[in-house]
């Protein structure tokens, strides 16, 4: 049976600073390798946190935007898996799905 190491990383997070928690989690990936590590869990809103209210609508972009092109980049970078949560903008099939802060 083939082992698989995984890691379930616990980090720093500045709300609503989504370049500065990328940062951390690159930095986290990249001593995940050092550590031989094969899977690498984040938390859920990682990017965001939990309390960032009615800007949780402007942090949210699309599953092809930057925040996955840089992580995507870091897994590759450290020869490892990242698993992170997300918050998106998307179209589902036949519906036109547009995000409105709470306040409008």
């Known amino acids: 049976m ?3 190491t ?3 990383a616990q980090i720093p997070i500045t709300v609503t600073d989504k370049s500065q928690n990328i940062n951390t989690m690159e930095k986290t990936a990249e001593n995940a390798r050092k550590k031989n590590i094969e899977l690498l869990i984040f ?3 990682v990017l965001t946190g939990y309390v960032c209210r009615d800007l949780f609508y ?3 972009e699309p ?3 930057p925040t996955v092109k840089s992580l995507q980049r870091a897994a590759q970078q450290n020869g490892l898996a990242i698993i992170f949560g997300v918050p998106t ?3 589902p099939k036949g519906h036109n799905l547009q995000f409105f802060s709470p306040d409008r």
């Open 58 to 60: 402007q942090l949210a």
């Open 43 to 45: 938390s859920e809103l």
């Open 89 to 91: 903008k998307r179209k």
């Open 63 to 65: 599953l092809s935007g």
């Open 6 to 8: 995984v890691a379930l």
């Open 2 to 4: 083939n082992q698989l």
